[in-house]
């Protein structure tokens, strides 16, 4: 976001433009989309088909995996995942170079473009229960990479940042889920960050509204909004859903059909 603005002038006769810049608001932002855990484990995947090249070919075969990352830049196919990598590996990692960068000069420009098999790195998921045990990524559940990639970059992000959450209750079960709300919303205080989520789960805005009520957060910190669409109107409409001092809520359009069809 960015609220620069252009006041334009009259001067003897001339427009004089007078220009206030005002920076970016968010120090960082990070783009978690909903097939966050995927992406990851396709990185990783990447990373074992390249140690399981022969030596002599390596350099063909490094090759072959630039020219489709810079396709998959270009081409709308899956485009948050380029991003997505980026974002996780530089919260993660704590790098924060752009992916090109520029040396100017009298004399010329330099341009130095790192390459995509920089980000080809290697996870492990260890057992909270039994530490000695490691899985790779691609055996590990879900729910647990999951949770660990929001929870990751939730740690790292700098103060200020922006962090766009597509839905968070991906293969997890309720009680954690509402555990990973809390944590959430806990970072978003000692950090001052602002959190966007995108949900189909009910469970978030009641754990939202349950953080009110503890008195973790205010009323006016959050914001939640029901998107709907219908046959009688195909574009997407909005409904503002108040969070109350008591920790009470607006009820939630789909609820009670949700109930009846179900009791």
Known sequence: MNNSTIKL????GKIVPEVNIVSNQWFEA???PSKRVSFLVLSDFLNEALKSV????IGYFAGIIEFLWRILKELPIIPALPLFLEDFIRASL???EPYIKRYESPLGILEIVRSPLFWLVEYHVKDPLIPNIALPLKMAPEGAVDQLILSTVLENAPKNSIIIIEEPENNKNPTYLISLIKEIVSKSIEKDLTIVMSTHSEIIPLSLSKNVEDGLIKPEDV???YLRRSEENPWTELKRINIYEDGSLDP???????TVNLF
Request: net charge negative; no cysteine; charged share 30%.
């Open 9 to 12: 002038s009259l001067e003897n």
């Open 30 to 32: 990070f783009l978690l």
């Open 54 to 57: 022969p030596k002599e070919t």
């Open 94 to 96: 704590g790098i924060s």
């Open 223 to 225: 914001r939640l909004y």
């Open 252 to 258: 939630l359009p789909d609820s009670e059909e949700t």
